[in-house]
């Protein structure tokens, strides 16, 4: 009998909370192992994390592969960048002989076509990040003696002259904040990004992930 442990992953707490990137992953794995699994499985246990696919220190992660190994059961995940992005940590779980993964929607991959996947994945991070880099840098070129606002984004509890104050400022960072989140960066990630690239609120301190999404939300609704 097929045994599998399923690792799900998404990289914010929103997409935790509202289910959709889980409900997609969730889907493609069992159309895997109705269409593509010898009959009959079993799943072992299902493992989640909400972090971003940079980080290999993730609980559950490490906790699906401990079990795989331990039951002798092939992890299954929806991507392969839902384990990692980092070609590195790819390449060596392909070289341990005591584990084994399958990946849903490449279900005939074999392992040479997931190790040039996963360089492709990597190769996707570092030209998200030197996109990030590039637009801070031009923000920064535009506005040398600026820094960014932090005014209360709770729209309902303002009067418009705040409203327009606040998305004023949220319009700063709009180049910046809107494309990573676009590319599935968590909140924490892109408060990072900022941060490490010297951009502070109008008080002088760092972005928080509460001050980031607020700020989408403002954005959005415009």
Not at 191 to 213: A, E, M, W, Y
Request: glycine share 6%; with cysteine.
């Amino acid at each position: 009998m097929n045994k599998y442990v399923i690792y799900l992953r998404v990289s914010t707490d929103k997409q935790g909370k509202s289910g959709l990137g889980l409900d997609a992953q969730k889907r493609d794995i069992s159309l895997y192992l109705e269409n593509y699994s010898e009959t009959p499985y079993e799943v072992l246990g299902e493992f989640i994390d909400i972090q971003s696919g940079g980080d290999n220190d993730r609980p559950e992660l490490l906790k699906a592969i401990q079990l795989a190994k331990k039951t002798k059961s092939t992890l299954l995940v929806q991507k392969i960048c839902r384990i990692s992005r980092r070609v590195s940590f790819i390449a060596s779980l392909m070289e341990d002989k005591d584990f084994d993964f399958k990946v849903a929607q490449m279900p005939n991959a074999d392992k040479f076509q997931l190790h040039i996947h996963s360089a492709l994945n990597e190769m996707e991070k570092d030209f998200i990040s030197s996109r990030t880099k590039a637009a801070l840098r031009s923000w920064k070129e535009r506005n040398p003696h600026k820094k960014l606002g932090a005014p209360s984004y709770h729209l309902t509890k303002l009067n418009q002259g705040k409203k327009d104050k606040a998305l004023k400022e949220a319009k700063k960072v709009s180049g910046i904040i809107l494309p990573l989140k676009r590319e599935g960066l968590s909140l924490r990630s892109i408060c990072h990004q900022l941060n490490k690239n010297g951009i502070r609120t109008s008080r002088g301190k760092d972005f928080h992930p509460s001050l980031v999404s607020r700020m989408i939300s403002v954005l959005e609704a415009a």
